[in-house]
């Protein structure tokens, strides 16, 4: 058929080959044509199971394939191709015809263009005239409403005169001290009410308008205008305070509650606060607590001994009850606005901290603690009973926040007294660690010191000082953490003391500062610190810790955890101390008790090269050596002062020291005993041999370390009796064992017995 496509053209080489055009099924040469293709993620994916090197030869192969085929298409319609450019014909002709309408489309645009521009300008100017228009306005309307406000203030100060100011003919219609409830509305004037109080309602209209002439000089105090009428301004601002001030004076001497209300709304109203608090001060709470703390010469002595605030307090309480209270009442009642007021600071206080400074300056100095620490206190009663007053909470965070309270509380200077408690208090402690020697208390009238009390006077100073850091005359809550850290170094500074005078004890020296007691106590001595360590670690880890847990009980939580920890931390370190104490004492008794051990030399010499027969009884020096330990456990203190654990650990360590020192010299005794009998066993064996004798003429003979281990098994078995005399099992002793199989015989090796 002639529309057939005829099958490609394919050379001899390829009959039996794949066609040339044939790709790989992994690869799809239609994925190229799609408009999503992304020749980045095609690779890469490709790339996951195919090589690169083979990827990148497929590539090359494809693109040779399509230059073939373009210029097969290209060789295949070659005619049309190249008559192309023939056939067009007249182009620019045609674009020239096309480019006329569209120059008079631009022109046309450009001409709507320039017109709404020009229209767009001329309304922003209409619009800018117009505000500017409005702003002039405004600024008239405001100089207007200035003029009336002034020219209103003016008339109606005119009308003040009218009303006299001193309420001396006023009728005196007052409602009762029980204030305005509820910030209750003005009442009206009426035929009852009084000049006063109509004076004062005259005075409170004023001061809005005076208020809002304020809010338009704000606004517009940069014009002439108004800088022309600042005379105007002034002369009504003051006329205002005069009268006001006047008025409210007036009412405080009457106790008018609806004028002195009235008043408050007045100067709250031109926020001028301040003449309200400095005329209460002056006129109500200076006579008064002038009663209290007189004016004084300014020669006196500031160390006097009438600086005691405490009756001052109490009288200054009397008179803000009787004299302050009515204003303070009205001053908080709810929904008046007059919030804005702090007479308990800027009157009541500030007036009682300048007559404190003027007339009893020496109350705030702490170089007298005690009388500087009951007036502190005194002084943070009086503040909290003037926050007694305060309605809400945040009028208390108020109150603390003024700038007088703060100035108050910086009178009081805590740091001072608490550097000199601490001199006080540690220098009591560092007075007594001084001492060269250990100084027992005074003793009962019977002669012997009481087992619950403290035996040393350093042990009585560190509890005094621990107790005089919690005192209610020492104790400041507001620095309870400088006293809890001066608590931790007196125990610190205890212990140092005792650590380091037990290591100059061991090491035999007492030139270090404050260690001599150490090197010259004797063991009942220190007999006294563990019965005082025992008792100080059991009274902080007890009493005392509850007394500080007590005191911080308003703390948090974790703060409390914290404080105990500490507390316990330093009853433990007291405690951890016995055993250093205990090994001191064990180390004086050996040493005594090595003394006796000296007299193992003469056993070598009693039996050696001599002809002495086997010994049947121990050597005078075994009773010797437990005599040191007996001696001090029944003694007194021992008996008094030693719990029965301490008792046993003392004994323990003492016999488990004393039979391995023992152990170690007779040890070295049998092996160079030993060593002795083996030579010389050599040598009669050397010559026996040259005499032709037999070599076992003396094996039947008893060796002198054969006399020397039994002396030494006599001897270990009445140290045996001695030491069950003290109440110790000497098979309990390691060393005792190993001593025992040492010198015992063969057929005594297995049991032990005395």
């Avoid at 090994?583 to 002495?612: C, F, H, P, W």
């Avoid at 360590?653 to 004393?658: F, G, K, L, Q, S």
Wanted: proline share 4%.
């Amino acid at each position: 058929m002639a529309d057939l496509i005829p099958p490609p053209h394919r050379s001899a080489n390829d009959l039996f080959s794949d066609p040339l055009d044939s790709h790989p099924l992994w690869f799809k040469p239609n994925l190229f044509l799609s408009p999503n293709f992304d020749s980045e993620s095609y690779i890469s994916e490709l790339r996951t199971f195919v090589p690169f090197d083979t990827l990148r030869s497929q590539l090359h192969s494809h693109l040779s394939a399509l230059n073939r085929e373009l210029i097969d298409l290209i060789n295949r319609d070659y005619t049309d191709f190249v008559n192309l450019s023939t056939k067009l014909v007249d182009v620019e002709a045609a674009v020239v015809r096309m480019r006329a309408p569209l120059v008079e489309l631009r022109e046309k645009i450009e001409q709507f263009r320039a017109s709404v521009e020009f229209s767009l300008s001329a309304l922003q100017n209409g619009l800018r005239q117009r505000s500017e228009a409005a702003s002039a306005r405004e600024v008239l309307e405001l100089l207007l409403d200035t003029f009336h406000v002034v020219s209103k203030v003016e008339k109606l100060i005119k009308e003040l005169p009218s009303a006299p100011a001193d309420g001396s003919n006023g009728t005196t219609n007052l409602t009762d001290n029980s204030g305005l409830s509820n910030g209750a509305s003005l009442p009206h004037m009426e035929n009852g009410t009084n000049l006063r109080e109509t004076q004062s309602m005259l005075l409170e209209r004023i001061s809005s308008e005076m208020n809002r002439l304020k809010f338009y000089i704000a606004h517009a105090q940069n014009l002439p205008f108004i800088q022309n009428m600042d005379k105007r301004i002034q002369s009504a601002s003051l006329l205002l305070d005069t009268s006001l001030g006047h008025c409210f004076v007036d009412g405080l001497a009457h106790h008018d509650e609806n004028a002195i209300y009235n008043c408050l709304r007045a100067y709250a109203a031109i926020d001028n606060t301040t003449s309200a608090e400095e005329i209460f001060r002056s006129t109500v709470v200076s006579p008064a607590i002038h009663k209290v703390i007189p004016h004084k010469v300014s020669g006196m002595d500031a160390g006097s001994s009438d600086d005691d605030l405490e009756n001052d307090y109490k009288q200054m309480k009397q008179y803000i009850d009787k004299d302050c209270k009515f204003l303070l009442e009205i001053s908080a009642t709810e929904n008046s606005g007059l919030h804005v007021f702090d007479f308990l600071a800027n009157s009541i206080l500030k007036e009682v901290l300048s007559a404190i400074q003027k007339a009893k300056p020496g109350a705030f100095s702490p170089g007298r603690p005690t009388e500087f620490l009951k007036n502190y206190k005194s002084s943070l009663d009086f503040l909290a009973y003037l926050e007694g007053y305060c309605p809400s909470r945040s009028a208390v965070a108020k109150f603390r926040a003024a700038s007088v309270y703060n100035e108050f509380m910086k009178q009081w200077n805590i740091g001072v007294y608490f550097s000199l408690r601490l001199q006080e208090i540690a220098g009591a402690l560092d007075s007594s660690l001084s001492a060269p020697i250990l100084t027992p208390v005074q003793t009962s009238s019977s002669g012997r010191v009481n087992n619950e009390d403290l035996t040393l006077k350093q042990s009585v100073t560190l509890l005094d000082c621990l107790t005089a850091c919690w005192r209610d005359d020492v104790l400041v809550l507001s620095c309870s953490d400088k006293f809890l850290r001066l608590s931790l170094q007196l125990l610190s500074r205890y212990s140092n003391w005792l650590s380091s005078g037990l290591a100059a004890r061991n090491t035999g020296t007492g030139s270090h500062p404050g260690s001599e007691w150490a090197v010259a106590a004797t063991p009942d001595d220190l007999i006294y610190i563990i019965h005082d360590l025992g008792y100080l670690s059991t009274v902080v880890t007890g009493n005392f810790l509850e007394t500080i847990l007590q005191l911080l009980s308003s703390c948090t939580v974790d703060v409390l955890d914290s404080v105990k920890q500490s507390i316990l931390h330093g009853g433990k370190s007291l405690y951890n101390l016995m055993p250093k104490v205990i090994g001191a004492i064990v180390a004086s008794l050996v040493e005594k008790s090595v003394e006796d051990l000296r007299q193992l030399k003469g056993i070598t010499a009693t039996y050696r090269m001599t002809n002495k027969p086997l010994p049947v009884r121990h050597s005078p020096y075994v009773s010797g050596l437990l005599r040191p330990l007996k001696v001090l456990l029944d003694g007194d203190r021992a008996s008094t002062f030693l719990t029965m654990e301490t008792r046993t650990a003392l004994l323990t360590d003492a016999v488990t020291e004393i039979t391995s020192r023992y152990y170690e010299q007779a040890a070295d005794l049998v092996s160079l005993a030993r060593k002795t009998d083996s030579s010389l066993q050599k040598i009669r064996q050397g010559v026996q041999r040259r005499a032709g004798a037999s070599s076992d003429v003396s094996d039947h003979n008893i060796s002198d370390t054969d006399k020397i281990c039994m002396q030494l098994f006599l001897d270990i078995q009445e140290y045996g009796r001695n030491l069950s005399s003290l109440g110790v099992e000497a098979a309990s002793i390691p060393t005792y064992l190993s001593f025992w199989h040492l010198v015992a015989p063969s057929d005594k090796q297995s049991s032990i017995s005395f």
